[in-house]
């Protein structure tokens, strides 16, 4: 559904050791979440958490067609593209605990995880605040002309916020290397897609910019990563931006204090998109193929639960920050 | 008189303006299928069913100016920002528009309308949400702006806001969503705007407080108390226009002031009422007014670097002790 | 171009009565801004002034297809449209001379023209806010149940920033009573429409919001009004928004201190439009069509222009506001 | 040292920091091919092509954060604000992303940005485009905001601001654009951000001013020096850090302080002002500290009126002889 002449889908398909890396981060972010939560009602994560459960493909197949100098930037529902990006469980946990060891050092929290030594340039909780932040480090890569790209992640209760179209139109005016990524999970909070937005498909509001847009199942992570990859080639290669709606799901609720189905919508469909669960769809692919068996699968879990084990330990008995840092890194040092 | 809480109380006045007044309607993101991000408005989709109140997509600046242009043809909008830390993206239309239109027009086109929600911080939610910029507000002619501290105070001002017939910025507070109080049930109870409140008598020291401040200013007259030192609790409960002779008239029995505010220091309203003492109460101070203000950095997400970030009892005892000359 | 289905276009062609009533409104507001101009030149009109020259029809024909009590709300380049809705020259140059007899008692000037009585609903001077407003007036209309419509104007350069997105998303979801109107003249200050907007089809951007469009030749009064009339009854029996984007060309600068051509513009491009000047092509079509003759046609001109005349004569001699009126109408009496 | 106006100083200065860092570009609404609305950036497009000197569509929410995204991947970006009018649209991005981005970052993404742009009226642009709102930036912990009221000043401090590692808000003043001074042409001239400047010593009363109204101030102080009154003019020129040194150390040598500004009374720069003399320097004050602001309401078109509610240098010199106590 792409505007413009697309490059070409990369043609021979990923080997097993390369699907094994994607499911491992799959599973990865989906037990780093699942732990999350509790460690939230036990107390030790505060604030707004907004889990991912769920969208893990989203994070790990667009993420797959970046380079290691790419820019990635998303909202507060950021954990799983942290993870996905390299960012080590410890770190994020930590941050989650608001630990001086944490990613932003206890100071940003869920909602503000970022390593800038990745690229990961955040987690941002204006809701449409980082869909112009994207086109400015994209903006950045090409006035420096390297050809990194900006993979810019949003919920599709963004597209009707003024950030977007403004953000939009200058990337495409000015031919900027960014990805928009819709993260389409049907609500944005209590509010079903159709409550908040004119227009459903929207993928072709790409159409009021001239910028090539593709609609994506965001559930099969390699769908998604072919997808990724044919936007940030355009990206980098022809410098043009590309609007990508990947549909996915949230299982859980919005944030914590958001129940996972009763007010707007109900058990049954939250059930009925398990059934097309990312982990599931990839792992019975691999074990089909006979790249995987049950025994691998589960060692494969208990290896990544380990690590998300370790993390807690990590969050729960690294130090507070010192109390002097309430009062850094308010303006750069010695200025 | 019922006891109930701050929510409650808001959800009360309301519930009595819309069935007041068919004119009255309330908009905002998650305010009606979800009863509200904080459930201030439990029920009242129900009660007045969709076209009274709105639900949004996530378009502030769009959502700020519909409710002003409704108010330009009559309507009495209320509009609810999820929080106020979003309306930084509506305040063009809240200044430029809404606080403008009335002079602009040589009086012809008013605006009645109320924006509110909860501002300032809660718990742990970092820089972007943990903001108290009622003093942005406060400096716009044009603009009230009203932050009730108890649940009595949040009914009888949200009502004669609705009422207004002018712009009325609102802000509540997450954290004082579940305190209780007494509130008046009579259907008339309205407190008028531009009134501060003594919320507690005293003769040693004056301390002015309004919203979240309240409480902490009580707390620290309870402990002040315990040693001996008797102070006044000023609660402006309007923040514009100022309450100067309630202010004044305290200042003028304590001869001592110690204003306390969620917000940052530079330019807070604290600074307002400061200048507002040192001019018109000169004689009457012994010491310098003090302000204790939240810390001047963006909010910290670590909960000890927050709690030390936030305006408490402790550090207003110690400023009220300084203006004593006790330490 | 509309996207849904439209009402039918009225069929019987418009009286000589009628032709000439739109033939004075055009002429008064070019004698008026002809005016204007000059008395700026004089000092006697201050501040930010924008004349409308060339886009006499787009005011004329769309508020012609309005009712007496249906909103009108534009930018700060409307002097145009409140001479087309009925408000006296004398009160618009009054206002633009600053004077207590001005619409808006002297206190609003060239940007800030209202009169509530005519549901002319301002003169706004940032670009794009009178598109929520303008909803919001419909939103009003609508909440009460009563047939009125809302018209708004803005310029192309409007389209670009957030205002316009939020609002037209809002008016189509919400099924709101009003008609957005693109005043395309080509120009935002300086930038030419295809430095600012990834689109050039403008009318376009309302498939973002399956809103229904047009667009229409902004020089011919009639074919304006035949197109407002469409998007009014749209409006106003089946409560829904339309874009409209009507093409129009300034022959000023766009404001007193900014040069007619030279810096962005050529002379030529000027001169070109100029040839298809709203003015002329109605009076040629009536003088074609017998309805109109030299004599009656320089006897109109000579009537618009006394009457410009008594408006500066009327501004000149009004007094200023008291100075009491700095301090009133900030907020409402006794409250 | 040549004499070149306030534009002339600004554009110097972007030019220099231009040629001196690739890093510095300039975006903003017609700030290329019609070299500025106010031609501040005259030249700079032919000089240093459409790649540093970028126009941008009227979307200023989106271009602030452009650049925001610009700074935070190390680049050097000056944002022009046709006027700080039109930045509210903007806002968002100034104080939740480009203010804060370092603090929630735990320090790893600085943002080196400056906004800039006339702040403030001119003449008679009325309520929408009148609006001087310094008070609101200076209010935000992590932004530096910086109010040349000279052209060297201009000069100076534009060049420090666009080196300075972290956000600026840089207002100017279309009414300052045509004034002229003396300005070192040394390519290193640049000025400390933070620091105030004594305009002009006395020994009577300090006048505190900044922008616009250090033309005021000095002119007051002339009238005065007439009458015998020895004003010292201590221009603020940053104001957020304050340098509340150099203000202090004024007001102890002269005991009376009366502040400027061209904003309005509720919460401005001067009440901060008000706060730090009150209680840093309360045992050296012989009179409240007064001030003159603009008129507490949306400014009006009618010339008259608009004179009317600007500070000027009469209310000047009638507030220093209030707190001289010789009327
Ligand atoms: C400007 C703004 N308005 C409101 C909010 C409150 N809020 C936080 S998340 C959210 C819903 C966003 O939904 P969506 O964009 O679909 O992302 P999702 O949460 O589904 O990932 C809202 C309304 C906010 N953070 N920012
Ligand atoms: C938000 C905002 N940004 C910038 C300006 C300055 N400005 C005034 S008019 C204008 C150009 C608008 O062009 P357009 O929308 O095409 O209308 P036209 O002037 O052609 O009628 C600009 C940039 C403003 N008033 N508001
Ligand atoms: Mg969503
Ligand atoms: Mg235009």
């Known amino acids: 559904m792409a505007t413009t002449a697309a490059p070409a889908r990369s043609k021979s398909g990923p080997g097993a050791d390369e699907l094994r890396g994607y499911l491992r981060q799959l599973l990865l972010i989906r037990r780093f979440e699942e732990r999350a939560g509790e460690m939230y009602s036990l107390g030790k994560i505060g604030g707004f958490c907004h889990l991912y459960i769920g969208q893990e493909a989203v994070a790990v197949g667009t993420i797959a067609a970046l380079r290691p100098d790419d820019y990635v930037i998303s909202a507060y529902r950021e954990h799983g593209q942290a993870l996905a990006r390299g960012m080590s469980s410890r770190s994020v946990m930590a941050e989650l605990f608001g630990k001086a060891t944490g990613c932003s050092k206890g100071k940003g929290g869920s909602m503000h995880l970022f390593d800038a030594s990745l690229g990961f340039m955040g987690g941002h909780g204006i809701v449409g605040g980082q869909i112009p932040l994207a086109a400015g480090l994209a903006f950045a890569a090409k006035y420096r002309g390297t050809d990194q790209v900006a993979a810019c992640f949003f919920g599709e209760a963004a597209v009707n916020i003024g950030s977007f179209h403004e953000a939009l139109n200058m990337a495409s005016l000015w031919k900027l290397p960014v990805v928009f990524i819709i993260e389409n999970n049907g609500y944005g909070m209590g509010t079903a897609l159709a409550r908040g937005s004119s227009l459903l498909d929207l993928a072709h509001r790409s159409y009021s910019y001239d910028m090539a847009n593709e609609v994506v199942d965001g559930q099969d992570v390699l769908t998604v990563k072919t997808a990724m990859e044919m936007a940030v080639t355009r990206a980098r290669t022809e410098s043009k931006p590309t609007l990508l709606e990947i549909r996915t799901y949230r299982y859980v609720g919005h944030s914590m204090s958001d129940a996972a189905h009763g007010t707007y919508r109900t058990k049954e469909e939250v059930e009925t998109y398990r059934e097309r669960d990312p982990i599931v769809l990839l792992r019975d692919r691999m074990i089909a193929a006979t790249q995987l068996d049950a025994a691998g699968y589960e060692a494969l879990d208990r290896e990544v639960k380990a690590e998300v084990d370790d993390a807690i330990q990590f969050a729960e008995s690294s130090p507070d920050p010192d109390p002097s840092e309430l009062w850094t890194d308010v303006y750069a040092p010695r200025s | ?327």
Chains 1, 3 share one sequence.
Not at chain 2, 2 to 10: C, D, G, K, P, S
Not at chain 2, 90 to 105: E, F, G, H, T
Not at chain 2, 226 to 255: F, M
């Open chain 2, 1 to 327: 008189m019922a006891v109930i809480t701050y929510r409650e109380a808001l959800n009360q006045a309301l519930r009595e303006e819309m069935h007041r007044d068919p004119d009255v309607f309330l908009m905002g993101e998650e305010v009606a299928e979800y009863d509200g991000a904080y459930k201030v408005s439990r029920g009242l989709l129900k009660e007045f069913g969709a076209r009274r109140v709105v639900d949004t997509p996530i378009a502030e600046l769009g959502f700020a100016g519909i409710g002003v242009g409704a108010a330009m043809a009559g309507l009495r909008p209320v509009i609810e920002f999820m929080t106020w830390n979003f309306a930084l993206l509506a305040i063009d239309q809240v200044v430029n528009s809404a606080a403008k239109l009335r002079y602009m027009s040589g009086g012809q086109i008013g605006c009645p309308i109320v924006f509110r929600g909860p501002g300032g911080a809660a718990l742990q939610l970092a820089a972007q949400h943990s903001q108290a910029l009622e003093s942005w507000y406060a400096h716009v002619p044009g603009l009230k702006v009203v932050m009730p501290g108890t649940p009595a105070d949040a009914k009888g001002l949200l009502k004669a806001a609705i009422r207004d017939d002018d712009p009325v910025v609102f802000i509540e507070g997450e954290m004082l969503y579940n305190t209780k109080g007494e509130v008046p049930e009579a259907e008339d109870f309205v407190i008028p705007i531009g009134q501060a409140e003594v919320k507690r008598p005293g003769d040693h020291v004056t301390v002015v407080c309004h919203s979240k401040t309240v409480t902490v200013a009580l707390k620290a007259a309870e402990a002040l108390a315990q040693e001996g030192i008797s102070a006044e609790v000023v609660d402006l409960r309007t923040i514009r226009p100022l309450d100067t002779d309630t202010i004044l008239a305290s200042v003028a029995k304590t001869n001592r002031c110690v204003i306390l505010e969620e917000g940052w220091p530079y330019a807070g309203v604290g600074a307002q009422v400061v200048d507002v003492i040192q001019r018109d109460a000169f004689d009457h101070l012994d010491a310098p007014v003090l302000r204790v203000t939240g810390a001047d950095v963006p909010m910290p997400y670590n909960k000890q670097l927050e709690k030390a970030a936030k305006t408490d009892p402790a550090r207003a005892v110690a400023a009220v002790k300084r203006v004593l000359y006790l330490a």
